[in-house]
């Protein structure tokens, strides 16, 4: 695995981790016992849903940008690659 690909993997795993941080600890905290009425709890499932799509929105459009940026740097490196280079002079 090469360096951009590297970066976007670990940018991806960081991501994920930080979107399903909130459903954890919520799957965590009712796992614990501690019980809300319904309507409240509705209310913040609700809440925790409206700011998961969100998140989930963020973060797909900060891969979309990670992902121009690695085809920019590919164009980049392949226009690189296709320049002719004078040849070296032979002391």
């Not at 940008?65 to 980049?76: K, S, T």
Request: proline share 5%; net charge negative.
């Amino acid at each position: 695995m090469e360096g951009p690909e590297f970066f976007l993997l670990l940018a991806m795993f960081a991501a994920g981790t930080w979107l399903l941080r909130p459903v954890v600890l919520a799957i965590a905290e009712r796992l614990r016992g501690s019980r809300l009425p319904d309507g409240e709890a509705q209310r913040q499932i609700e809440a925790l849903r409206e700011d998961l799509l969100a998140e989930l929105q963020q973060t797909r459009r900060d891969v979309a940008e990670l992902g121009e940026r690695v085809d920019f740097a590919e164009r980049l490196l392949a226009r690189e690659r296709e320049t002719p280079r004078l040849p070296r002079e032979s002391a």
